[in-house]
């Protein structure tokens, strides 16, 4: 049913004049007429009885208006919880991140944002990148941080962090020398632990060794492993060489537990991405983490 016909029947009600009612609601006698007809069609039934100037509500019209008054009061609380929600920082806020944002990076994120907005309930989900980017795609997801932008046109991806990826090996590896003639074909004869397709470290991985002639095709992986810590932890256990994050890396790095290996011919430079729906309300407890963001 049309609000506006309900009001202007509501008014006549009250009112019992179809030109009274349409005095105080700045209408014609003629709209307040036709709102009342549509209704009435809609509904199969008559609202009102005309006796010449005078008119009275049917039975079905009573029924409709204690109907009507409690309609206009939920309407007028559900204005009042959304102006609300506009100034109070509220509600729910489903975070995703990719495997190094979700451990590295949005942890720190949500401590200054709780502290900042504690009355938002916060759901941290993790996945790929490109899992990730498709639940923000789909809605399930509000907003993300990823290893690459989004390859979705309804997506806005924003850059947020920069990183880079380093090679490690284990530390009973003989050192390898991946730097003049012939590098190439040394680097793609190691025994690679790799992550999976859709990983931004994978794709990462695939745009470096593309600008460098070699073809992900000429790579036998031993392992495909889905998470940065699963393959730090197989390369500490001797099962090959891998190419994580930095952020990842670094404590197995300053502990010993493998060694970086030194390849100046791979460029393997990226950035981390914000990531929420171009075309969706950005309402304040996503606004405000895009905020801590420092994206808006």
Do not use: N
């Not at 008054?69 to 007028?76: A, E, M, R, Y």
């Not at 009042?80 to 942890?107: F, N, Q, W």
């Not at 003639?181 to 994978?202: A, F, H, K, N």
């Amino acid at each position: 049913m049309d609000v506006r016909r309900l009001h202007a029947f509501a008014k006549v009600y009250e009112l019992r004049s179809f030109s009274r009612a349409g005095d105080e609601l700045l209408l014609s006698q003629p709209t307040i007429s036709a709102h009342i007809a549509a209704l009435e069609d809609e509904l199969d039934t008559q609202l009102f009885d005309r006796l010449g100037r005078t008119v009275l509500p049917t039975q079905a019209g009573d029924v409709l208006y204690r109907y009507c008054t409690t309609i206009f009061t939920q309407l007028d609380h559900a204005k009042a919880d959304i102006m609300a929600l506009s100034k109070r920082v509220a509600g729910e806020l489903v975070i995703g991140g990719s495997t190094i944002p979700a451990h590295y990076i949005i942890p720190r994120l949500i401590a200054r944002y709780a502290a900042a907005y504690p009355e938002v309930r916060l759901d941290l989900t993790g996945g790929d990148t490109s899992e990730i980017a498709q639940k923000v795609a789909e809605g399930t997801v509000h907003v993300g941080i990823i290893g690459a932008p989004a390859p979705y046109p309804e997506l806005v991806s924003l850059p947020y962090l920069d990183d880079a990826l380093v090679l490690v090996a284990p530390t009973s590896l003989a050192p390898i020398r991946l730097d003049g003639p012939g590098w190439q074909d040394r680097l793609v004869q190691l025994p690679w632990i790799m992550r999976e397709q859709g990983s931004g470290t994978r794709q990462t991985l695939d745009a470096a060794l593309a600008k460098v002639g070699i073809e992900m095709r000429s790579i036998a992986p031993v392992l495909i492993v889905h998470t940065s810590l699963a393959v730090l932890e197989c390369v500490e256990a001797g099962l090959g060489v891998a190419a994580v994050s930095t952020l990842a890396a670094r404590s197995y790095l300053e502990r010993g537990g493998v060694a970086a290996l030194d390849a100046p011919g791979l460029d393997m430079r990226r950035s981390f991405y914000v990531v929420h729906h171009g075309k969706r309300y950005l309402f304040p407890a996503l606004r405000f983490f895009l905020k801590i963001c420092g994206c808006v």
